[in-house]
């Protein structure tokens, strides 16, 4: 099992940008791909970005593809979201999550930490 502890939410101008980390325990991070999702007050849970476990592979929603960008730091078990020229409508609730290669759901979650973009 692996504990994610998210970081890095506020308040930010649109325009602006963010830097979300998310903290993991565990000596098996790197068998783990990651990703970020975010939930929006009265919204579904919506998927954000995605990174394989070398980091060699990454994926985006529609909705951040060219602004956002997620990473990760094997070595110090950590996966960041970068979010640049954030809008109003990027402010939620952000999570992060973990799963093992082969496995069609994330199975760990983060408690979320909030961001939000003022206009």
């Known amino acids: 099992q692996v504990q994610l502890v998210e970081s890095g939410g506020g308040l930010v101008q649109a325009g602006g940008s963010l830097r979300l980390s998310c903290a993991a325990s565990g000596r098996t991070f790197s068998s783990y791909a990651m990703g970020w999702f975010r939930q929006a007050p009265g919204k579904e849970r919506e998927f954000v970005a995605a990174i394989s476990r070398s980091g060699g592979s990454t994926y985006y929603a529609d909705s951040v593809k060219g602004r956002f960008t997620i990473s990760r730091d094997n070595a110090e078990n950590t996966v960041y979201l970068q979010m640049n020229s954030v809008k109003p409508e990027d402010t939620a609730v952000y999570y992060c999550?973990?799963?093992?290669?082969?496995?069609?759901?994330?199975?760990?979650w983060g408690r979320g930490t909030q961001v939000t973009v003022s206009s």
């Open positions: 999550a973990a799963r093992r290669d082969f496995v069609y759901e994330y199975e760990f």
